[in-house]
C-alpha cells in the first residue's frame, strides 16, 4: 500500500501547518495523516524502510515536542477523530480527536468523560499519561474510564487491547506515555454528566501557607464531586499576584463549596452552572518566555512541602498549581494500570517563565527552586513533565512498574520503533 495519499513533504502548500504543533516546530522529512489503521501500518513500514525516525502525533500538545521530528516520520493521527456513541455510555474515540470536540460530542447524548483542563489537547496522548481532569476525584483518571483500545504494533498488526484481550498491552497502554504501539482508537465508559458548577474564587494572597493549609484541609473532607485546583499566581505585567481557586463540583447542591470559601479572603467569585463542554479551555501558551516546569504527586501536602511551595513562590516569577487527588482515583489498585502513585492527595505543578535568553546557570536555578518543591513528591505525572532526562523518567515510574513496562515493551516493540516519548527502554 502507498503512502502517497496521506503524505505532506516540503513544498507542499500543508506543509508548514502540518509542521507546526502548540510546543513546537520542525522539519519532518514527510507528514503522513492516517486514515485507517491499515494506513497507520503502511507509514509505519515507509519509516523502517526508509530508515527514517518515527514520531507519533496526536494533539501535539507534549512540551518537548515528541509529536514532532526533524529529519523524519511524523505520524499525525488528527483525521482518526472520530467520536461514536455504541450502548450504555461505551463510547469510541479516535485518537487523533481533541478534547473539545470530543466533549462536545459527547453532550448530545448527556455523556462526558473526566480528561484535561483543554479544548486542544489529544486524546492519544492524554490517556496514555493517564489524564487528569475535572472529575478526576468522581470518576478517577481517564485511563480508569478505558475499556479498551485498537493498536497498530511495531510489527504493523492491528490488534485490541482489553482487560480479556492482550491484557499486558492494555496495562501498560494506561499510563505508559505511548510507548507500546500506535493508538488508533479508544473505547471508553463514558458517564451521565450534563452540567457542572464551574468557576474560579479569587482570595487575596496575604498568607500563601495559611491558604495552601486551608485548602488541604477542606478538600480531604470534600466529596467526590469536588474537584479543585488553587494556582498561586505572582504578578506579571498588568496582573497582579493572587490565588485563584478553580471548582468543579458534579452536584445541584452547592453546599460543598462553603469550607473553601472559609480558607482565605475571598476577594472575587463567579462559581455558576455551566455545560460540562464550557470547562475546558482554549490553550494560551506563554509568549516571548522560556518555561521551566516541574510536576510531583504528593501523598501529603503536609508542613513542610507548604513551607517549601510558599519559599518558592516568594522567590517570584513562579505560578504553583496544587490540584486535588484523592476520591476514586485513590481507589484503584496501584498495580491495576501503569499509572502507580495513587496515594498521592495532590498534584504540585510549578512553571518559572524565564526570558528566552537566560543561560545554562539561569534555567538549572530555576530547576534547583522546583527541587525545593519536588523533592517531596512521590513521583512525577509524565503529562506535565518538561524534560526527560534519566531522573525525570525514573520519577514517573516506581521500580516494579518500570520492570513491568519493560517486560511489555519487550514482547510489544522489541526494537524500540516507538522512542520520541518518555521511553521505557525494552
Ligand atoms: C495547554 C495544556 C493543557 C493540559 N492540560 C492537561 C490536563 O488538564 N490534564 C492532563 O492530564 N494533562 C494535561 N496536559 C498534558 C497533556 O495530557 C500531555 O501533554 C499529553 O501528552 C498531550 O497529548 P497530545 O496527544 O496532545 O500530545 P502529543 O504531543 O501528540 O503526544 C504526546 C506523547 O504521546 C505519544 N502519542 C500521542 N498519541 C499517541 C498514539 N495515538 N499512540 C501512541 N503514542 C501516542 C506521542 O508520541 C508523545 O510521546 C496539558 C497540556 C497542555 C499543553
Given at each position: 500500500?502507498?503512502?502517497?495519499?496521506?503524505?505532506?513533504?516540503?513544498?507542499?502548500?500543508?506543509?508548514?501547518?502540518?509542521?507546526?504543533?502548540?510546543?513546537?516546530?520542525?522539519?519532518?522529512?514527510?507528514?503522513?495523516?492516517?486514515?485507517?489503521?491499515?494506513?497507520?501500518a503502511?507509514?509505519?513500514?515507509?519509516?523502517?524502510?526508509?530508515?527514517?525516525?518515527?514520531?507519533?502525533?496526536?494533539?501535539?500538545?507534549?512540551?518537548?515536542?515528541f509529536?514532532?521530528?526533524?529529519?523524519?516520520?511524523?505520524?499525525?493521527?488528527?483525521?482518526?477523530?472520530?467520536?461514536?456513541?455504541?450502548?450504555?455510555?461505551?463510547?469510541?474515540?479516535?485518537?487523533?480527536?481533541?478534547?473539545?470536540?470530543?466533549?462536545?460530542?459527547?453532550?448530545?447524548?448527556?455523556?462526558?468523560i473526566?480528561?484535561?483542563?483543554?479544548?486542544?489537547?489529544?486524546?492519544?496522548?492524554?490517556?496514555?499519561?493517564?489524564?487528569?481532569?475535572?472529575?478526576?476525584r468522581?470518576?478517577?483518571?481517564?485511563?480508569?474510564?478505558?475499556?479498551?483500545?485498537?493498536?497498530?504494533?511495531?510489527?504493523?498488526?492491528?490488534?485490541?487491547?482489553?482487560?480479556?484481550?492482550?491484557?499486558?498491552?492494555?496495562?501498560?497502554?494506561?499510563?505508559?506515555?505511548?510507548?507500546?504501539?500506535?493508538?488508533?482508537?479508544?473505547?471508553?465508559?463514558?458517564?451521565?454528566?450534563?452540567?457542572?458548577?464551574?468557576?474560579?474564587?479569587?482570595?487575596?494572597?496575604?498568607?500563601?501557607?495559611?491558604?495552601?493549609?486551608?485548602?488541604?484541609?477542606?478538600?480531604?473532607?470534600?466529596?467526590?464531586?469536588?474537584?479543585?485546583?488553587?494556582?498561586l499566581?505572582?504578578?506579571?505585567?498588568?496582573?497582579?499576584?493572587?490565588?485563584?481557586?478553580?471548582?468543579?463540583?458534579?452536584?445541584?447542591?452547592?453546599?460543598?463549596?462553603?469550607p473553601?470559601?472559609?480558607?482565605?479572603?475571598?476577594?472575587?467569585?463567579?462559581?455558576?452552572?455551566r455545560?460540562?463542554?464550557?470547562?475546558?479551555?482554549?490553550?494560551?501558551?506563554?509568549?516571548?518566555?522560556?518555561?521551566?516546569?516541574?510536576?510531583?504527586?504528593?501523598?501529603?501536602?503536609?508542613?513542610?512541602?507548604?513551607?517549601?511551595?510558599?519559599?518558592?513562590?516568594?522567590?517570584?516569577?513562579?505560578?504553583v498549581?496544587?490540584?486535588?487527588?484523592?476520591?476514586?482515583?485513590?481507589?484503584?489498585?496501584?498495580?491495576?494500570?501503569?499509572?502507580?502513585?495513587?496515594?498521592?492527595?495532590?498534584?504540585?505543578?510549578?512553571a518559572?517563565?524565564?526570558?528566552?535568553?537566560s543561560?545554562?546557570?539561569?534555567?538549572?536555578?530555576?530547576?534547583?527552586?522546583?527541587?525545593?518543591?519536588?523533592?517531596?513528591?512521590?513521583?512525577?505525572?509524565?503529562?506535565?513533565?518538561?524534560?526527560?532526562?534519566a531522573?525525570?523518567?525514573a520519577?514517573?515510574?516506581?521500580?516494579?512498574?518500570?520492570?513491568?513496562?519493560?517486560?511489555?515493551?519487550?514482547?510489544?516493540?522489541?526494537?524500540?520503533?516507538?522512542?520520541?516519548?518518555?521511553?521505557?527502554?525494552?
Amino acid at each position: 500500500m502507498t503512502i502517497e495519499h496521506i503524505a505532506i513533504r516540503p513544498g507542499d502548500a500543508d506543509y508548514d501547518e502540518a509542521r507546526t504543533t502548540l510546543t513546537s516546530t520542525a522539519e519532518p522529512t514527510v507528514v503522513l495523516r492516517p486514515m485507517t489503521p491499515e494506513d497507520v501500518a503502511a507509514s509505519l513500514r515507509h519509516a523502517a524502510t526508509e530508515g527514517l525516525p518515527l514520531a507519533i502525533r496526536s494533539g501535539g500538545h507534549n512540551a518537548l515536542g515528541f509529536g514532532n521530528i526533524d529529519g523524519g516520520v511524523v505520524l499525525d493521527l488528527s483525521r482518526l477523530d472520530q467520536v461514536e456513541v455504541l450502548d450504555a455510555g461505551r463510547v469510541r474515540i479516535g485518537a487523533g480527536a481533541t478534547w473539545g470536540p470530543a466533549a462536545a460530542a459527547l453532550a448530545e447524548h448527556g455523556l462526558a468523560i473526566t480528561s484535561g483542563d483543554t479544548v486542544s489537547v489529544g486524546v492519544g496522548g492524554l490517556t496514555q499519561a493517564g489524564g487528569i481532569g475535572w472529575l478526576v476525584r468522581k470518576h478517577g483518571l481517564t485511563i480508569d474510564n478505558l475499556l479498551a483500545a485498537e493498536v497498530v504494533t511495531a510489527a504493523g498488526d492491528v490488534v485490541r487491547a482489553s482487560d480479556t484481550e492482550n491484557a499486558d498491552l492494555f496495562w501498560a497502554l494506561r499510563g505508559g506515555a505511548g510507548n507500546f504501539g500506535v493508538v488508533t482508537a479508544f473505547e471508553f465508559q463514558a458517564q451521565p454528566v450534563s452540567a457542572v458548577q464551574f468557576g474560579t474564587i479569587t482570595f487575596a494572597l496575604d498568607d500563601v501557607a495559611q491558604l495552601v493549609k486551608g485548602w488541604v484541609a477542606a478538600m480531604r473532607d470534600a466529596p467526590d464531586e469536588l474537584t479543585t485546583t488553587l494556582v498561586l499566581m505572582p504578578g506579571f505585567g498588568d496582573f497582579p499576584a493572587g490565588a485563584i481557586l478553580y471548582v468543579c463540583l458534579d452536584a445541584e447542591d452547592t453546599a460543598a463549596l462553603e469550607p473553601l470559601r472559609a480558607i482565605g479572603t475571598v476577594v472575587a467569585e463567579d462559581v455558576s452552572e455551566r455545560p460540562y463542554t464550557d470547562v475546558l479551555e482554549e490553550a494560551h501558551p506563554p509568549e516571548g518566555v522560556l518555561p521551566v516546569i516541574g510536576n510531583t504527586l504528593v501523598e501529603s501536602v503536609d508542613e513542610p512541602l507548604i513551607d517549601a511551595i510558599a519559599t518558592a513562590y516568594a522567590a517570584g516569577g513562579r505560578v504553583v498549581f496544587l490540584r486535588s487527588l484523592g476520591g476514586a482515583f485513590g481507589r484503584v489498585d496501584p498495580a491495576a494500570t501503569a499509572f502507580a502513585h495513587r496515594n498521592a492527595e495532590a498534584l504540585v505543578v510549578s512553571a518559572a517563565f524565564l526570558s528566552p535568553d537566560s543561560t545554562e546557570d539561569q534555567i538549572a536555578a530555576a530547576r534547583s527552586v522546583w527541587r525545593t518543591i519536588g523533592d517531596h513528591g512521590l513521583g512525577s505525572y509524565a503529562g506535565f513533565l518538561g524534560s526527560d532526562t534519566a531522573d525525570d523518567i525514573a520519577a514517573l515510574w516506581p521500580g516494579e512498574t518500570w520492570e513491568r513496562l519493560r517486560q511489555v515493551k519487550r514482547a510489544w516493540d522489541p526494537e524500540n520503533t516507538f522512542r520520541r516519548n518518555f521511553n521505557v527502554t525494552p
